[in-house]
């Protein structure tokens, strides 16, 4: 099983929509969790960390399910900007590591 | 706003000569960090820099990379031999307090 695991899309979905994206990580001790939105050849932009408890910033929710070992982001009322690739990034406790997933492209169409 | 930058934006090297990528963090940041993303690929972890020294490597960052902060500024990143597999974009990236990463804008390398 990979480290982390994403599924690479492309989501296409209309502007106004709400998408959601899932992420598996194997590492029962991770610690740290973050989705980061990458546009095409630009770096990776922090979006938001994820808590134990959920957090909403805006139209993104992200949520963390331990138990499950997955984080999932929730966009709302997407517009043609939220169009990018989003990736899962999980830090393993005691580490200082940091590992990507693949990441889930995002189309949102006009 | 603070930001990271790196330098320089592109760099086209022959095979088997040693490249340094620079990167500027951001001041007040304690953590720094190399990830490489090869073309369509995923961000890749590199080395992580705390301390003046390695906190961690992985298995990509063999003895032919090392990194180096000469002067409490800049964070650097050398390859002594380079392959052509070592084309790929290097983010640098910085952190406070371990937690929220800022990348800089990457130098693309290219390897002929």
């Known amino acids: 099983r990979k480290e982390v695991e994403q599924d690479p899309g492309p989501f296409n979905v209309p502007e106004g929509a709400t998408v959601a994206f899932n992420c598996t990580y194997s590492?029962?001790?991770?610690?740290?969790f973050f989705w980061y939105r990458q546009d095409c050849r630009k770096e990776p932009k922090l979006l938001m960390s994820?808590?134990?408890s959920g957090n909403e910033d805006g139209r993104f929710t992200a949520q963390l399910n331990r138990a499950s070992q997955y984080i999932s982001l929730l966009i709302r009322d997407s517009k043609l900007s939220d169009s990018a690739t989003y990736l899962c990034v999980v830090n393993f406790s005691g580490t200082y590591k940091y590992i990507f997933g693949t990441g889930t492209r995002l189309k949102v169409l006009a | 706003e603070p930001e990271v930058t790196q330098t320089p934006s592109h760099q086209v090297t022959q095979m088997g000569q040693e490249v340094i990528l620079r990167c500027v963090p951001i001041?007040?940041?304690?953590?720094f960090y190399w990830y490489r993303q090869i073309l369509g690929q995923k961000v890749e972890f590199l080395v992580s820099f705390y301390n003046n020294e390695i906190s961690e490597k992985s298995e990509i960052f063999d003895d032919q990379f090392s990194v180096e902060r000469p002067d409490g500024s800049n964070f650097t990143l050398k390859i002594r031999s380079t392959k052509l597999e070592d084309s790929a974009m290097y983010f640098c990236?910085?952190?406070?307090?371990?937690?929220?990463?800022?990348f800089g804008p990457g130098t693309r390398l290219l390897v002929l």
């Open positions: 590492n029962s001790a991770s610690q740290s």
């Open positions: 990236a910085s952190s406070e307090n371990q937690e929220t990463q800022y």
């Open positions: 001041s007040n940041h304690l953590y």
């Open positions: 994820v808590y134990s």
